[in-house]
């Protein structure tokens, strides 16, 4: 392993295109693209990495696999009759099917969804014990204690985020937002802002691929159904393309990460912060196809 990750990584600094970062939130905008980092947690708790793995990155949308974790954890499947399970086949903040399916989003990954569930872990609380929810979910998960919101990034998409805004409004008019739209979209905006390394995350996602001595924070049935919705929907328009090359369960994030799990194998995170057309990791979804290939590891 430690072999394919150091060939891996080489392959990635070969390369001229590293893809263009986020530039709708400025924080992530100035980020550096040509950066690299992948980490692989095998079954006996082993930590394999190469390239930046100790460097925290802006985790964002991975985060939505925690907080669906926790809501569904808070609500049981009542939560499916606020968001459903299909892949949108639009970008991740797309406002055209929330219009067509009156406020009902097509899934949790995308934003309007991740808005949705968010608000359903805030109902009856103060946005700080959602997320504190949240973080402690991810800290307990990864078993690290050093995981921290970057207020930065956090104010720097509050700022810029009028599409989300948006969406939270949209969602409100059709009833399927139970707080004020600003209070749900703070703590939406600071559940993204959560920064963690590729070490963390590898570690982080070892109870989704059901790895012996992961914390147990989610029953086998509901770890297969969100490593399907991860399948199906967690890179947005580009996950029928990220089936194709890999054959994993995978989350993006517009940071630049990629939380990767081979059920019963490995968790896998991959960080480089250029992306690509779909507003996913342009070298991370390279270097998730070259792992794929290398270690067979396609659930196909
Ligand atoms: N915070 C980002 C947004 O809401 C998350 C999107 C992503 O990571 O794909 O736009």
Same mark, same amino acid.
């Given at each position: 392993?430690?072999?394919?990750?150091?060939?891996?990584?080489?392959?990635?600094?070969?390369?001229?295109?590293?893809?263009?970062?986020?530039?709708?939130?400025?924080?992530?905008?100035?980020?550096?693209?040509?950066?690299?980092?992948?980490?692989?947690?095998?079954?006996?708790?082993?930590?394999?990495?190469?390239?930046?793995?100790?460097?925290?990155?802006?985790?964002?949308?991975?985060?939505?696999?925690?907080?669906?974790?926790?809501?569904?954890?808070?609500?049981?499947?009542?939560?499916?009759?606020?968001?459903?399970?299909?892949?949108?086949?639009?970008?991740?903040? /797309?406002?055209?099917? $929330? *219009?067509? #399916?009156?406020?009902?989003?097509?899934?949790?990954?995308?934003?309007?969804? =991740? %808005?949705?569930?968010?608000?359903?872990?805030?109902?009856?609380?103060?946005?700080?014990?959602?997320?504190?929810?949240?973080?402690?979910?991810?800290?307990?998960?990864?078993?690290?204690?050093?995981?921290?919101?970057?207020?930065?990034?956090?104010?720097?998409?509050?700022?810029?985020?009028?599409?989300?805004?948006?969406?939270?409004?949209?969602?409100? /008019?059709?009833?399927? $937002? *139970?707080? #004020?739209?600003?209070?749900?979209?703070?703590?939406?905006?600071?559940?993204? =802002? %959560?920064?963690?390394?590729?070490?963390?995350?590898?570690?982080?996602?070892?109870?989704?691929?059901?790895?012996?001595?992961?914390?147990?924070?989610?029953?086998?049935?509901?770890?297969?159904?969100?490593?399907?919705?991860?399948?199906?929907?967690?890179?947005?328009?580009?996950?029928?393309?990220?089936?194709?090359?890999?054959?994993?369960?995978?989350? /993006?994030?517009?940071?630049?990460?990629?939380?990767?799990?081979?059920?019963?194998?490995?968790?896998?995170?991959?960080?480089?912060?250029?992306?690509?057309?779909?507003?996913?990791?342009?070298?991370?979804?390279?270097?998730?196809?070259?792992?794929?290939?290398?270690?067979?590891?396609?659930?196909?």
């Amino acid at each position: 392993m430690e072999d394919i990750l150091k060939s891996i990584t080489a392959s990635i600094f070969q390369q001229d295109d590293w893809g263009e970062t986020a530039q709708y939130i400025p924080e992530l905008a100035s980020v550096d693209p040509k950066q690299f980092a992948i980490s692989v947690c095998l079954p006996d708790g082993k930590l394999i990495n190469a390239g930046a793995a100790s460097k925290p990155f802006s985790v964002q949308s991975i985060t939505k696999v925690f907080s669906l974790i926790a809501a569904l954890g808070r609500t049981g499947d009542q939560l499916w009759s606020r968001v459903g399970r299909e892949p949108s086949g639009t970008s991740f903040d /797309s406002v055209v099917l $929330l *219009e067509k #399916e009156k406020g009902r989003p097509r899934n949790p990954f995308v934003n309007a969804g =991740a %808005i949705v569930t968010t608000d359903a872990l805030l109902s009856g609380r103060e946005p700080k014990m959602a997320l504190t929810e949240i973080l402690e979910l991810i800290k307990y998960m990864s078993q690290s204690d050093d995981i921290y919101i970057n207020e930065d990034v956090a104010t720097s998409e509050q700022e810029t985020g009028a599409r989300n805004k948006a969406l939270a409004y949209y969602l409100k /008019s059709h009833g399927n $937002l *139970e707080n #004020e739209p600003e209070l749900t979209l703070g703590t939406y905006f600071h559940q993204c =802002a %959560i920064e963690m390394t590729t070490d963390q995350l590898a570690m982080a996602g070892a109870s989704l691929a059901g790895l012996k001595g992961a914390p147990a924070v989610l029953s086998l049935q509901r770890a297969r159904r969100v490593n399907a919705l991860m399948m199906t929907c967690g890179h947005y328009d580009g996950s029928g393309d990220f089936a194709f090359r890999v054959g994993l369960p995978g989350k /993006s994030g517009v940071g630049g990460g990629l939380l990767v799990i081979a059920p019963n194998v490995a968790s896998v995170a991959i960080w480089s912060p250029g992306l690509n057309r779909y507003g996913n990791s342009h070298a991370g979804t390279r270097a998730a196809t070259m792992l794929s290939n290398a270690t067979k590891w396609s659930v196909f």
